[in-house]
Nanobody, 125 residues
Framework: QVQLVESGGGLVQAGGSLRLSCAAS????????VAWFRQAPGKEREFVAG????????AYTDSVQGRFTISRDNAKNMVSLQMNSLKPEDTAVYFC??????????????????WGQGTQVTVSS
């Protein structure tokens, strides 16, 4: 059984930084994409950033481009999301997810097979 466990959320002032981590167990992700989605109250879940395990290619939603960086650690089977210059509109529950996809766009939530429980990120103004 695959498990994804997020950590690193919290409360930070606007302009600050947080680093989210997603620890994966139960399988290796050689042909998978691993991504972060977020969901704010009253809003739909949205794609934030993704990385393909096979070649480390990344993708970001426009609103976080240049501020967030997604990376992976093969040895630890872990994916991290470094979030800098945080804004109040980044406030949401952030979810780690993994799905078997080699070329499909990483932005579609329905293509992912496994989800973590989520971690709260709150950015105060």
């Amino acid at each position: 059984q695959v498990q994804l466990v997020e950590s690193g959320g919290g409360l930070v002032q606007a302009g600050g930084s947080l680093r989210l981590s997603c620890a994966a167990s139960g399988r290796t992700f050689s042909s998978y994409a691993v991504a972060w989605f977020r969901q704010a109250p009253g809003k739909e879940r949205e794609f934030v950033a993704g990385i393909r395990w096979s070649n480390s290619r990344t993708a970001y939603t426009d609103s976080v481009q240049g501020r967030f960086t997604i990376s992976r650690d093969n040895a630890k089977n872990m994916v991290s999301l470094q979030m800098n210059s945080l804004k109040p509109e980044d406030t949401a529950v952030y979810f780690c997810t993994a799905g078997a996809m080699s070329i499909a766009p990483m932005t579609d939530a329905i293509k992912y097979d496994y989800w973590g429980q989520g971690t709260q990120v709150t950015v105060s103004s």
